[in-house]
């Protein structure tokens, strides 16, 4: 009797980023294969939500199904098992949307040539800080794909309360994002909570415009300083306990902008966790490099961590006392797939 094995292939949740920029797409290609090669490994759940996609258009001039995002979101129905790939065509929608827990599965697809932007001007005066996305996902195994993600209420002008506007807030488990932009001032970008993966993104701000409790890796992302404060912070990172596994990952990012008045993080929590690797850092980044947001007591308790940066705001000298720089075999357990369980979930963008 012959015995016929079929290999497995699967992401591999082990193989390091690799120190070299130019390696990181084939890096990325050879551990994040196809639903095709994967239908074994992923979640179950996953695995059949992605057998039988459906394909929805959203188009202005009404060619499509829906002239809206909200009424195509709406389309889905709640307990939706299916991927549902939602084509927008190209254009401004003014929407203020949200794609709630029982919603799964959802993506969000723009033309790479003629990318969409969903804009809104909310505030937290408003709605409250964390309600005020443009786009608010709660559903789990979210991903989008070319969008761009604005805010477009005024600046916050000084020490003014309420002024703070988001973008794009992600509170759903699993999720990626792929050649989007966060756009927007103050608390752009909300990466509230679960495991998500941002790659060839562009994400911009000037107070805390990265925050939340996510577990997520950055690969290959602009994070652009937004030039007119005198004080900024790209980071606000909300880790609660030693317990707890949430980091903001940062690896072959462009930190950029001018003026050295920039840390890379400040301490919301006492637990913030976060590490840039393989990032070159424009002069933004001020020789400091970190804040412990006035809590010294947070020092012992904090872990801000940086391995292999270049650039002129890398230069270690004056960091922060409480900051690290990271051996190989630290700065290892973030630099892979296995940080965020990605052999489980994690697909090649989605397209049509």
């Not at 809104?120 to 309600?131: P, Y």
């Not at 792929?178 to 998500?196: A, E």
């Not at 060839?200 to 937004?226: K, M, P």
């Not at 913030?272 to 010294?296: D, K, Q």
Request: proline share 6%; net charge neutral; glycine share 8%.
């Amino acid at each position: 009797m012959i015995l016929l094995t079929v290999p497995v292939v699967f992401s591999d949740n082990l193989a390091p980023i690799p120190a070299a920029k130019a390696q990181v797409n084939a890096w990325f290609h050879a551990n994040v294969k196809p639903l095709a090669d994967r239908k074994a490994t992923l979640d179950p759940a996953l695995a059949t939500a992605e057998a039988t996609p459906k394909v929805i258009k959203v188009m202005q001039d009404g060619s499509g199904e829906f002239k809206t995002v909200a009424d195509a979101i709406k389309s889905v129905p709640a307990g939706n098992t299916n991927r549902v790939i939602i084509s927008i065509g190209p254009g401004k929608y003014n929407e203020k949307l949200r794609i709630d827990r029982t919603k799964k599965f959802v993506t969000l697809y723009g033309d790479p040539k003629a990318l969409p932007t969903l804009v809104f001007d909310g505030t937290s005066a408003k709605f409250g800080t964390v309600e005020s996305a443009t786009l608010i996902v709660e559903a789990d195994y979210f991903t989008a794909v070319n969008i761009i993600f604005l805010n477009s209420a005024p600046r916050p002008i000084g020490k003014k309360m309420g002024g703070q506007a988001t973008a794009f807030r992600i509170s759903g488990d699993k999720a990626a994002l792929y050649n989007c932009q966060m756009r927007g001032f103050q608390d752009t970008h909300l990466d509230d909570t679960g495991k998500h993966f941002f790659k060839d993104c562009y994400i911009e701000g000037t107070v805390d415009f990265i925050y939340g409790r996510g577990q997520s890796i950055y690969l290959n992302n602009e994070i652009h300083v937004v030039p007119g404060d005198n004080e900024a912070m790209i980071t606000a990172q909300a880790r609660e306990s030693e317990a707890d596994n949430s980091a903001f990952v940062f690896a072959h990012c462009t930190v950029t902008g001018s003026g050295g008045t920039t840390v890379l993080g400040r301490a919301w929590r006492p637990y913030s966790r976060v590490v840039f690797a393989y990032t070159e850092m424009s002069n933004v980044i001020t020789p400091e490099g970190w804040s412990n947001n006035l809590h010294p007591e947070f020092d012992k308790t904090l872990y801000y961590g940086e391995f292999k940066n270049t650039g002129p705001g890398a230069d270690p000298v004056k960091r922060a006392p409480f900051t690290k720089q990271l051996a190989e075999a630290d700065a290892k357990k973030f630099l892979s797939l296995g940080f965020i369980e990605g052999s489980k979930w994690l697909l090649p963008p989605h397209s049509v």
